[in-house]
């Protein structure tokens, strides 16, 4: 079905239909780990401690390029710290929403574990379709959610986190990415080609998480741009029900648009097409479903395409060429968003680097592994324009609740904090 509604291979939907199962099981072992701290009082005969209570009903709102993986980072893990949810899909997925919805609302009415005394424990999740608009606007707007979670581009992140943040409310915000993979001279290049065609190529340059820039170092930048030309030539697109196919069509024909758009501002800005293109996009324009070409446009060296620092959500990648690893970190962190990012490299020093206080400024920062495809255990999230919101693993579980610092006084006087004396 997620293939059907959005596009993607059948390989990525399966996967991603295993990130809801994964996340599901962590979140069995999560809801015995919703620690608080202890702290030891200032004043005799008393104990401190923290403790974590649910913060009621969530707002999810989610985007269509990951229908099933993105909703569940965050109800599985809002619902087992005690919350209900309330979830907007992006309207051009509402079939698989309905699908996941009537899912686990089918296993709460099944289990027996969670009665509430009055009310059906089915509505812990519930579904409302409908545009950004009137449903998202009426839930940022809603002080009966104090959390909306929303996964979507930055335009969006910003309309939502201004609604909430007026009403006080609390924003999970993630948003888009312009993720970038530096190749430096000592990396693996077997390695960093299909990183990076995974990256670049994997659901239709439609993740979050999609490889847009590839920084090469100058001495392997020709040989790594024929590897992924060679590579980008196998690529099979077509039917993503297919098992042949690698790449399925983008979401609408506005992306086609929006695609085309980007590849001749690159042109205009200097840019070389490698492979794929406008004529790339002409080549299927006959076609049913909204298919491209996966498409590589080179930059001069020594040369800005301000392009590159949009984030068009299609196949493009920008290949950058760099000398020296500081340069390439720079070019790297130059952009406003800071989801994920990857050094591919064999060299320990370069790696450290990378991830070190002065590399990466991105929520996720791999070494030889690509920009996308995260694993659910971690926190997943970005910096800078990216919104700053962690979901899933680790610790983003306290996003879902609300602190409580508990003071507990088992003497019989009554001494203040810093020694305050106040007696009447
Ligand atoms: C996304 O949210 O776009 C993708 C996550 C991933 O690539 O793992």
């Known amino acids: 079905m997620i293939s059907l509604e959005m596009g993607k291979i059948r390989a990525e939907a399966i996967g991603e239909v295993q990130e809801a199962v994964d996340i599901a099981d962590f979140c069995v072992g999560l809801s015995r780990q919703l620690y608080g701290l202890t702290m030891h009082s200032e004043r005799p005969r008393h104990r401190m401690y923290e403790q974590w209570h649910p913060l009621g009903t969530v707002g999810v709102i989610t985007a269509f390029n990951f229908p099933?993986?993105?909703?569940?980072?965050?109800?599985?893990v809002a619902a087992t710290c005690g919350n209900a949810i309330v979830w907007k899909p992006s309207l051009q997925t509402p079939l698989v929403s309905i699908a996941l919805n009537n899912l686990v609302r089918r296993v709460m009415s099944e289990q027996d574990i969670f009665q509430p005394d009055?009310?059906?424990?089915a509505d812990v999740f519930t579904l409302v379709i409908g545009t950004d608009e009137t449903v998202g606007?009426?839930?940022?707007d809603d002080r009966r959610l104090p959390l909306i979670s929303a996964t979507g581009s930055c335009r969006m992140g910003r309309h939502v986190g201004q609604a909430v943040a007026g009403r006080l409310g609390r924003c999970l915000l993630e948003l888009g990415g312009n993720n970038a993979m530096i190749v430096t001279a000592e990396a693996n290049l077997d390695l960093a080609t299909r990183a990076a065609v995974f990256g670049a190529v994997g659901t239709a340059g439609q993740r979050c998480t999609t490889t847009r820039r590839l920084i090469v170092h100058r001495d392997v930048a020709d040989d790594v741009v024929g590897r992924l030309s060679s590579a980008y030539a196998q690529v099979a697109i077509g039917d993503p029900l297919n098992d042949e196919t690698l790449m399925g069509p983008l979401i609408s024909r506005d992306a086609i648009e929006r695609m085309k758009q980007a590849i001749e501002t690159a042109v205009e800005q200097g840019g070389e097409v490698i492979c794929g293109g406008v004529e790339?996009?002409?080549?299927?324009?006959e076609r049913r479903g909204y298919f491209v070409e996966p498409t590589i446009i080179r930059v001069p060296p020594g040369t800005d395409l301000p392009v590159a620092r949009e984030e068009t959500f299609a196949p493009i990648l920008y290949v950058f060429?760099?000398?020296?690893?500081?340069d390439a970190i720079a070019m790297h962190n130059s952009v406003d968003q800071g989801l994920s990012s990857a050094i591919m490299t064999d060299s320990l020093r370069e790696a450290e680097m990378f991830l070190s206080h002065a590399g990466s400024d991105c929520g996720i920062a791999n070494v030889?592994?690509?920009t996308s495809g995260a694993e659910i255990g971690g926190a997943f999230g970005g910096e800078k324009d990216t919104g700053g919101g962690r979901e899933s693993g680790s610790?983003?579980?306290k996003n879902y609740m609300r602190r409580q610092t508990c003071t507990i006084n088992w003497g019989d006087q009554l001494p203040l904090a810093q020694g305050i004396s106040f007696d009447a």
Do not use: K
């Open 395 to 397: 610790d983003a579980w």
């Open 68 to 76: 099933v993986a993105v909703w569940s980072w965050n109800a599985m």
């Open 137 to 140: 606007q009426a839930m940022t």
């Open 321 to 326: 060429e760099f000398e020296q690893l500081d």
């Open 368 to 370: 030889n592994i690509g």
């Open 118 to 121: 009055d009310g059906d424990p």
């Open 280 to 285: 790339g996009i002409e080549r299927h324009a």
